[in-house]
């Protein structure tokens, strides 16, 4: 079984910025894609940002240029810097992991954006 945990959620005004961080345990695989998505009310979940164990990512258009992803492998921890936030970033954001066809979720950490 693989268990995430998500950190560093909270209410921040237009313009800032937060950092995400996603530790996770139990049976990891060397090779693992983990990530982000998120889901607002009445919205379906979306992806924010992927990186591979290797070193590959992927952005939603909606985020590129403000959101980065980045890892550490020796850790099993996986972190989303977001800059320049936006109130259309309001959303729940979860943690995930995908390795040999199955997918685990974190519980979620929520980000407002307001002012």
């Known amino acids: 079984q693989v268990q995430l945990v998500e950190s560093g959620g909270g209410l921040v005004q237009p313009g800032g910025s937060l950092r995400l961080s996603c530790a996770a345990s139990g049976t990891i695989f060397s090779d693992n894609i983990m990530g982000w998505y998120r889901q607002a009310p009445g919205k379906e979940r979306e992806l924010v940002a992927t990186?591979?164990?290797?070193?590959?990512?992927n952005y939603a258009d909606s985020v590129k240029g403000r959101f980065s992803i980045s890892r550490d492998n020796t850790k099993n921890t996986v972190y989303l810097q977001m800059n320049s936030l936006k109130p259309e970033d309001t959303a729940r954001y979860y943690c995930?992991?995908?390795?040999?066809?199955?997918?685990?979720w974190g519980p979620g950490t929520q980000v407002t954006v307001s002012s």
């Open positions: 995930n992991v995908t390795m040999y066809g199955s997918r685990w």
């Open positions: 990186m591979s164990t290797g070193g590959t990512t």
